[in-house]
């Protein structure tokens, strides 16, 4: 079992739904990190967590820490949202790596 | 600013090969790291790099080295390339201190051995 699961793997929407996206660590963590990568392969990050819920414009995102899962949200989605969503996380202490998933792939349709 | 930049964009190899790519971190980062993906995957981390030294190392043989110069740019080096070294090579950067420990990525080294 891998160390981050996401859920979906895969996502089709219509513009304008609301989507989520579900993330679950088996591990302690510092901090969870929420990531876009385009078919380019530059991966930017959307927003970094280690507690309650971040908010930046259409995007939000929320961790649980005691479920150890997190979930990124997207309001009114656009066909340019349209990307791999990675959820990484990072252990903590001395652990200075990130974990990644295996990212969920978000198509929005016109 | 520039961010993260990363040399060379794509390049092929021939098995036994090897290889050296480039990162240069955005400006104020002095942590690098370096991640594999393999294509439909996420990135397996390789090794990060702080203060010129090697400060933790993922699952990778001793074919993957590294070095961080004291500009903090950065190279990955494999040796004795095989087909499965086949990916994307992503280059990390962030600060130790501020930021919220901020990461910011390259847009990664399109590797093709053959």
């Known amino acids: 079992k891998n160390e981050v699961e996401q859920s979906p793997q895969n996502l089709t929407a219509q513009e304008g739904e609301f989507i989520t996206i579900n993330c679950s660590y088996s591990?302690?963590?510092?901090?969870l990190h929420w990531l876009q990568q385009h078919p380019g392969g530059g991966i930017v990050s959307l927003f970094m967590?280690?507690?309650g819920k971040k908010k930046h414009g259409r995007l939000i995102a929320t961790i649980n820490i005691q479920e150890k899962h997190s979930s990124l949200h997207i309001t009114a989605s656009h066909p340019r949202d349209s990307a791999v969503y990675i959820c990484?996380?990072?252990?903590?202490?001395?652990?200075?790596?990130?974990?990644f998933g295996k990212g969920t792939l978000l198509t929005v349709n016109p | 600013d520039a961010g993260v930049t990363q040399s060379p964009t794509h390049l092929i190899k021939t098995r036994g090969q090897q290889v050296t790519l480039r990162c240069s971190p955005k400006?104020?980062?002095?942590?690098v790291s370096w991640y594999q993906q393999a294509l439909g995957q996420g990135p397996q981390f390789i090794f990060q790099?702080?203060?010129?030294?090697?400060?933790q190392r993922g699952n990778f043989p001793d074919r993957f080295s590294g070095h961080q110069f004291p500009n903090y740019s950065s190279e990955l080096n494999v040796n004795a390339l095989l087909l499965g070294d086949s990916a994307l090579y992503l280059c990390?950067?962030?600060?130790?201190?501020?930021?919220?420990?901020?990461?910011?990525f390259g847009e990664g080294s399109w590797l093709t051995v053959v």
């Open positions: 790099y702080y203060e010129e030294e090697e400060r």
């Open positions: 400006s104020g980062h002095d942590t």
């Open positions: 591990v302690g963590i510092s901090a």
């Open positions: 967590l280690s507690s």
């Open positions: 990484a996380v990072r252990s903590g202490g001395s652990n200075y790596k990130l974990t």
């Open positions: 990390a950067s962030s600060p130790v201190k501020g930021s919220g420990n901020t990461i910011y």
